[in-house]
């Protein structure tokens, strides 16, 4: 049979690889994929990764040709590759229901997000910002996978301890946040954003990190003129459902 040849397409990564060290393949800019096969359908519909929640990270490993570690993706780069996936495997046209209407985008259309390339020391994954209301500096960084994986398991943790408890914004900055006052140390950055973080300095973060870090432009305008953000839902990427 190796005269089947998967076809495969080079994704351009909205970081431009910027963020990734030199070492790294990710610093190229660039992942090969291929078209999804009956094999990923057989694990979109694997119910035990399903139950786990590893479902779509499961089939888009099977995609990438490029050897990389998956854990290394930054959020916006794997959104990228997500929506790489849906195209190469079921088209561009996505159909999406929004105020009681049905409405269909053109995914092969979404362009990646502009951001100042001057704000990323080239290899690093860091960003300087001083709080404004507090005024104090802090850096931080952009979520990777492995980032987001440990996020959930401290969650699911804090949930069986107290399943009322559900404290993820708090729980995510802990891991955004690098640095504070230039105490690196995670005992500091915990105790801050528990005690000392105002929670208008808390959202003017949250607003810096998604004016500058890369990701995928979601942006669509109905017919209407109305601008909307493209929801990812269970259809995305199961379109019979």
Partial sequence: ?????????????????????????????????????AREEDILTNQAYIKQGTVLDKMLQSLIITNINYDDLIVGDKNALFIAARILGYGGNYTFDYDGQSHTADLSTLNNKEFDE???????????????????????????????????????????????????????????????????????VREFVDNYLLARDSRAL????????????????????????????????WPDA
């Fill in 1 to 37: 049979m190796s005269e089947f040849k998967f076809p495969t397409e080079m994704v351009e990564l909205p970081s431009k690889g910027l963020i990734y060290p030199e070492d790294s393949p990710l610093s190229k800019g660039k992942i090969e994929m291929k078209y999804m096969t």
């Fill in 118 to 188: 001057s704000l990323i020391t080239k290899g690093i994954n860091e960003f300087h910002f001083t709080l404004p209301y507090s005024e104090i500096k802090t850096t931080f960084k952009i979520l990777t996978s492995a980032d987001e994986k440990k996020i959930e398991k401290e969650l699911n943790g804090l949930k069986k301890i107290n399943k009322d408890n559900s404290p993820e914004l708090s729980t995510r900055l802990k891991y955004i946040i690098t640095s504070v006052g230039g105490d690196r140390e995670e005992k500091t």
């Fill in 206 to 237: 949250r607003e810096y990190i998604k004016l500058i870090q890369p990701d995928v432009n979601l942006n669509y305008t109905l017919s209407s003129g109305v601008e909307v953000t493209i929801p990812i839902s269970l259809n995305f990427f």
